[in-house]
Antibody
């Protein structure tokens, strides 16, 4: 069974750093892309970027380029989303999801990680 | 970026109704369009990809059509479990943007 299991909710202060994770199982982790999607409270879905764990090829949305870093450790089948300096506006639910190829949709999703940034 | 618009943004319907949601792209995207369903507090679920291909396990009352710039998602007979928010996503060019969503509520 394909599963993407994300790390737990986080509460952080502005300026702090954070790295959240997404562990894949039940499939060949290095043969599928992993993407990240942001959903701010009460809002829609925003495509942040994707990574191919097989070779770490990464594509970012211009809206998120330079604001976050997407990475992966194929040895432990885990993808990451990280911030070096959080802002209150980063408060959102973050989902990871799998895609077989860049022109195909997200077919499996993680359960989401809620990030709250507040002073 | 390719912009997607959805109409309506909200619709109220009854069980058994036929429901149609439209997604329009700011430029042609061939058939590189997917539809997702999201229920409150849950991750989105893939319903349709390549504009009209039903994802495995999705009920046949869901169907998609269109190409180029205009697409539709149709639910032939709305069921209680279909009350949710629906999003389209284009997969033609980066970034792979989502539409703003259509919330389907109970009349």
């Amino acid at each position: 069974e394909v599963q993407l299991v994300q790390s737990g909710a986080e509460v952080k202060k502005p300026g702090e750093s954070l790295k959240i994770s997404c562990k894949g199982s039940g499939y060949s982790f290095t043969s599928y892309w992993i993407g990240w999607v942001r959903q701010m409270p009460g809002k829609g879905l925003e495509w942040m970027g994707i990574i191919y764990p097989g070779d770490s090829d990464t594509r970012y949305s211009p809206s998120f380029q330079g604001q976050v870093t997407i990475s992966a450790d194929k040895s432990i089948s885990t993808a990451y989303l990280q911030w070096s300096s959080l802002k209150a506006s980063d408060t959102a639910m973050y989902y990871c999801a799998r895609l077989e190829a860049v022109t195909l949709p997200f077919d499996y999703w993680g359960q989401g990680t809620l990030v709250t940034v507040s002073s | 970026d390719i912009q997607l618009t959805q109409s309506p943004s909200f619709l109220s319907a009854s069980v058994g109704d036929r429901v149609t949601i439209t997604c329009r792209a700011s430029q042609g995207i061939s058939s590189y369009l997917a539809w997702y369903q999201q229920k409150p507090g849950k991750a989105p679920k893939l319903l349709i990809y390549a504009a009209s291909t039903l994802q495995s396990g999705v009920p046949s009352r869901f169907s998609g059509s269109g190409s180029g710039t205009e697409f539709t998602l149709t639910i032939s007979s709305l069921q209680p479990e279909d009350f949710a928010t629906y999003y389209c996503q284009q997969l033609n060019s980066y970034p792979f943007t989502f539409g703003p969503g259509t919330k389907v509520d109970i009349k």
